[in-house]
Structures are given as C-alpha cells and as structure tokens.
C-alpha cells in the first residue's frame, strides 16, 4: 500500500447485556447519540466523529488518487451515454400531456405540460412549467424532489423536497394559474401525498422524531388547517396514501414485509372517517383497486404464496365477501396489477422473466411477452381510466429501454420512444446469457451474464457479480448505462437472483428470509462457484457488489469466503445488524423485525443474527480489497454502520489489503441527487473494482 497510514480508530469497550448474552462493542462511540438532528442538520455532528469521518475519506482519497484519472474517463463515458437534453414520453391526462425533461447538462429535470396532441417540449411548443428543479436546486449541496403531481382538475401541482438527504420531506403546492404558493408549507412530510379526485383535498403521511411514517393528515389543497386521518399506533408498519384507479376511493395503505392492512375513504365524502377494508391479520399481505362494479384484490391468503386476484361486490370489501378469479398457480407470482375502464392487466413473473396479462371485462386474456432469455417488462400505465392503451417498458441488458403504447383491444403495439445513447451502443457486439447454479440444498439459482460477444470464457476476465437479496426485491435484467464502462473493458457481469429476492416468486423471498436468511449468502456464494466452474471468471478475480441489504451480503460473503474475491464494494452496507434490530429509536427497526427476527424479545432470534451479522462475525482472517460507502444523513442505514465495520475489519485482517470507507458528507441512502454527480460516486466504485483486480494496490505497497 502507499506510505499513507489508514486512520486508527480507537478502541472504547461498550458492553451489552441483552437476553442473558453478552456481547463488547468497540466501536459504539461512532454513533452520536444526538443522531436524529443530525439528519436534520449535519453540521451538529459531534466534533470526533467527524474528525474521524474525515480522516477516512482523506484516507481512501489518498489510497486511490491513481485512480482519479481512471475515475474521470469512467465518469465521461456514462455520461456519454445519458441523452443531456432528453425527455419523457408525454403522458396525457385531459386536455394535457404531462412530461418531465432535461435542459442541457442540467442535473435536474422540468416537469412541464403542454396541450395534448401537441409535439415538442419547450417555450415554443407551448409548454407550461410545472416545476423547476434546477433553479430550486441551485446552491444546494443536496436537493431530491420524491412525489411530484397535479391535482385532477388540472388547476393545482404539488410536489416533496428532501434538501439534506434524510427523506425529511418538505410538501408544496402552488395555483398554476398564479405560480403562487397556496397555504404554508407541509413539514416533516414522509414523501409520499395525494390530491383527492375532486381536488379538494392534500393527503399526507408525517414523519415522526425517529423519522418513521406515524400519521396521515388532510388540508384543503389551497390551505387549511391540517386535520388528522389515521395515526399508526405499531412503530413496525409502513403507511402509503393513493387513490382508487377509477377515482372512487383514498385509500390509505399500513403494512410491513409480511401483514396489510387497506383503509377507504370514499372519493364522495373525502372528510369521512376511513373504513377498514380486511383487517391486518399477521402473514396475509393483500392490495386493491376498484375496478368500475367491483373491488379486485390481489393476496397470498388461503396458502396462496404467489399470490392469487380475488373479486368482492362489497362496498367495503372485507374477507368475507371475497370470490377467488385467477387462481393461485406456484411459480406464477402476481406482481401487481393496473385496472381500466375496459380492461385489467396483470403482471407476472416466472422463473425470473416478466410478462404482462391483459383481460377485458367478459375475461378473455392474452399475454405481451418477449423472446430474449433475458430481459425486463414493466408496466407504467398512466393517468387515464377510460382508455384503451396502456404503456410498458421492455428492456435488457444488451437493449436499451423502449416505452411502448399498447392498445389493450386491439393488441398493437406503438413504440413511442428508444434510450437514445448519444456515444454509441450496438447491441451486437453484447451477449447476454442465462445461467443457473445450483445450491447446497438443491434450488437453482438464475444468474445473467453481461459481456462482449467475444469476451474468453477460460476464466482470464475480470467479472463482477451483483447481488441484493432482501425484502422480495428483484433483480431484473434491464439495460445499464454504467454497467458497459465495465463490459467494453472485457469484464463480465453478473447479476445473482439470489433467494430473497422474489425473481422466483414470493416463495423466493421467504426461503431467504429470517430463519433461512443464510441462504441468501450461500446462494450467491453458489453463483460464484458457478462461474468459476463454468470458467466465466477464476478465484480471487471477482469483484462482489451489493448496497444497504446488498451490503449485508458482501459483509456476510467476506467473512464465510474471503478468498473468493478479489474487492468487495458494499455501499450504504447494513451490517451491524445485532445492534441496529435492537436499537427502537432507529427508523427501520420495528417495521425491519418481520424480516431478520426480533432479537430484543426473541433468544432464537438474537442467535440466529449473531450468527451472520457482517459486523459481529469479522474475525483474524484475511480480507480481501473492501471499499464501504455511506452517507451522513442516510436515516436507513446509518453512517455509523460502515465506519465501525472499516474499524473493525481494519483491526481484524491479517492480510495487507487495503479496506476503505467513504462517506458522503452532504447526501443520504441514495447518495448524490444530481443525475450526473450520483455517476461520479459509481465511477469510484468501478475504479475501485479495476484497481483492485487488477492488483495496483499491491505495486502501491
């Protein structure tokens, strides 16, 4: 390594007693225990915490300074790759197309409108501005826009602001007939609001001083007093708020990993008190719409693990009222699905690859599906009821993304827009593929390459395996803008669909879950040992990349095989998982219990834990090159959790690899807002991945 000594942090023993066990932390100083204005306000962040923080980024600045040149050019070409003046395909809503696109260079888009039918985006085309976000944003170190819409009667636009990155959200709403504010400002907003259908009314969830969603209020969308609609008194569940797809309904939605619960407010009476739809019972996750006469539910009740659609005539459609429609099949897992005037389209998964079902109302279906034996279905729909088209995405990783127009009756399909790359991409000199791997305990692990056409399979190239694994997320094949700096340089890459994951259906996600959450890491570990095998890549030439509870799992395979890898990126890296899931002041700790165990009141529990925790589990082992991002004001994995993990691996390898830690001083969980700095961030990452692949940090040392 270089002559620059990596910051030492001191040892201060903090002992736990917790459930008759006992554990020593060394490094708990690292959180400030005023951290929840520090969200608020990094600046209050206590004076040795931050002398540390900087040491550390000082640190892994100077260890990779040879890469700042490598990091420039990467930082160029997916640049490259982003249309700079782009726009969205025009959704239109009434009398207007609703749009959101670039200026130039801008980091930050234009919500813009224009008459419907009308082409072109801009002054001249006859846009109205909607929202600015670049003047909005100019002089900010962090400025992130989350729920951005206008009222249905096309008159008001509101939309949430987080300037500081810890989805503290700020809710405004002004005329568009004035460009003036109405009311005040709607503070500590979690993000997410709705008008009601007549536009009368704003509905918003509030966070609390642990920044956890606890109540949904109402105003009169031109100001008001704010009135209180529900207040969730269980600190373990989430709150969504929407409205029905055919406007008869608010719905507001409570619910975690595994339990639902749905409240209406009919659209006829906004004010009303909101009913129960089917109570929460613990295990039954359900989600509705209403379709014109009926409610349609989609469910895992009544053992239906992929989900099944029920139907109910009721006005409130309790469980009991309840007549099962598209049976539950296992390994067709219902992702969701879109109601319309005249049809319903489903979305499925099978064997990781999407499809889309379309239904008219007397119930004959088709399927949209595509050929590729990769590759990613999306459905987008729109702001319209009473039509016939709705809108998807198609994509995979050697395609970029195409909206299509699709008209449900007709079956056409109108390719409204292509990702335009404005450097350059042949999807011929790319080859995608897919492979499967095959656990300890038998199942069968989807894993899709990325690579040049002719990239050597003799296990020479350097590959990248990504991986994830938690909460039911997917890992779908879509196409990557970043992904080819690395493709065009003759590396491989692969995404794992690892069990926790629901690419396999839910079922997928509770094999990887809790009880059986090792199979996550040993799923991936698998894949690894596949590639090697099937010589797409040799030991010690992997790079393994995983964020938040991706970054669990690089924490997790670093310590059951370190030799595996030759650099490990986990970014925002939830790793200290004992101490996180036993500490109730964070944000996710109650509502995070359904999937990893309560190890407060559960002995099981905290064993279970204890025993892959990454941070728990770093033991006198050698490890391999490490480089951990965070943020500051991240409020979902903290800053903390990866400055203890550096310390802790630093202290405990007996190689000589260099293990680095960077935070960003000004963003959150999802680091840098902009669209074009958020790619500096990655251009670190890959630099990261080269240089240590390629040994430098060895000719450095």
């Known amino acids: 390594m270089s002559a620059t000594k990596p910051p030492v942090a001191p040892k201060v023993p903090h002992r736990i007693e917790q459930l008759g066990r006992v554990r020593v932390d060394d490094y708990a100083w690292m959180k400030d225990d005023n951290w929840q204005q520090v969200l608020r306000d990094p600046k209050v962040l206590r004076a040795d915490v931050r002398t540390h923080l900087d040491a550390e980024n000082a640190f892994t600045k100077a260890v990779l300074a040879s890469t700042e040149d490598l990091q420039a050019k990467l930082f160029a070409e997916m640049k490259g790759r982003i249309k700079e003046d782009d726009s969205s395909v025009p959704s239109p809503d009434g009398p207007w197309d609703y749009y959101v696109r670039y200026d130039l260079g801008a980091e930050h888009p234009i919500h813009g409108r224009r008459p419907r039918g009308h082409e072109g985006a801009g002054p001249a085309d006859g846009e109205e501005v909607l929202l600015d976000e670049p003047a909005l944003a100019r002089g900010k170190a962090f400025f992130q826009v989350g729920a951005a819409s206008h009222s249905p009667d096309h008159a008001l636009f509101g939309w949430a602001a987080d300037e500081q990155g810890s989805e503290y959200y700020r ?68 709150l969504g708020v929407g409205v029905a797809s055919d406007d008869s309904h ?52 009544d053992g239906a693990v992929d989900f099944k659609l029920c139907t109910s005539d009721a006005a409130v459609p309790a469980k009991a009222t309840w007549r099962n429609w598209i049976a539950h099949q296992p390994g067709r897992y219902i992702t969701g699905f879109a109601a319309y005037a005249g049809h319903l389209v489903r979305a499925e998964r099978v064997n990781a690859l999407d499809r889309l079902v379309v239904m008219d109302r007397s119930g004959a279906e088709h399927i949209v599906a595509f050929d590729e034996e990769a590759y990613a279905l999306n459905l987008e729909g729109g702001y319209e009821y009473a039509t016939a088209t709705t809108r998807f995405v198609y994509q995979s990783p050697t395609t970029p993304r195409q ?20 450097s350059g991409h042949d999807p011929a000199r790319y080859v995608a593929r897919r492979l499967t791997a095959r656990a300890a305990d038998g199942a069968e692990v989807p894993i899709t390459l990325l690579m040049l056409k002719d990239a050597p399979q003799d296990g020479s190239a350097p590959l990248l395996l990504y991986g994830y694994g938690s909460y039911g997320h997917a890992m779908e094949p879509s196409f990557s803008i970043r992904n080819l700096s690395l493709v065009d340089r003759g590396w491989i890459w692969a995404t794992a669909h690892i069990r926790g994951g629901s690419d396999k259906g839910w079922g997928w996600f509770l094999d990887g879950r809790r009880e059986k959450k090792t199979n996550t890491f040993t799923d991936f570990i698998a894949c690894a040992e596949h590639l090697v095998a099937q010589k797409y890549a040799a030991e010690g030439r992997i790079a393994a990349y995983g964020g938040s509870a991706g970054g669990m799992l690089m924490g997790a395979v670093a310590n059951l095989r370190p030799d595996l890898w030759g650099a490990i990126i986990a970014a925002v890296p939830f790793v200290d998982v004992l101490n996180t899931m036993s500490d109730t002041s964070l944000p996710l700790t109650p509502p995070e ?28 082992q050698a490890y391999p090159p490490i480089l951990a991002t965070g943020g500051l004001s991240d409020p979902r994995v903290t800053y903390w959790e990866p400055a203890k993990w550096v310390a802790k691996l630093r202290a405990s390898s007996t190689g000589d690899a260099p293990i680095l830690l960077k935070i960003n001083m000004e963003a959150g969980h999802g680091g840098a807002s902009g669209r074009f700095d958020f790619l500096k961030e990655i251009a670190l990452d890959y630099a990261f991945a080269i240089w240590a692949l390629e040994k430098d940090w060895k000719a450095a040392g």
Not at 255 to 264: A, D, K, M, R, S
């Open 171 to 238: 809710i405004r709403v002004k005329d568009l007939a004035t460009g003036q504010d109405v009311g005040p400002p709607i503070e500590s907003a979690y993000g997410d609001f709705v008008f009601s259908p007549d536009s009368r009314w704003i509905f918003w969830i509030w966070r609390d001083e642990n920044a956890r969603p606890a109540k949904v209020f109402r105003r009169a969308a031109r100001g008001g007093d704010d009135a209180l609609v529900y207040e969730e008194l269980d600190d373990g569940m989430f």
């Open 250 to 301: 608010i719905l507001i939605h409570v619910g975690n990993q595994e339990t639902t619960e749905i409240l209406l407010i009919p659209a006829s009476d906004p004010t009303a008190a909101p009913l129960i739809a089917e109570p929460r019972r613990v295990g039954v996750k359900y989600s509705l719409d209403h379709w014109t006469d009926r409610w349609v539910i989609r469910t895992n009740d």
């Open 403 to 422: 909206t299509f127009d699709y008209d449900m009756a007709t079956r056409a399909r109108t390719l409204r827009k292509t990702q335009e790359i404005p």
């Open 593 to 620: 219990w359904p999937e990893w165990g309560n190890p407060i009141e559960d002995p099981a529990a905290y064993d279970r834990i204890a025993g892959y925790s990454p941070y728990d589990r770093v033991s006198a």
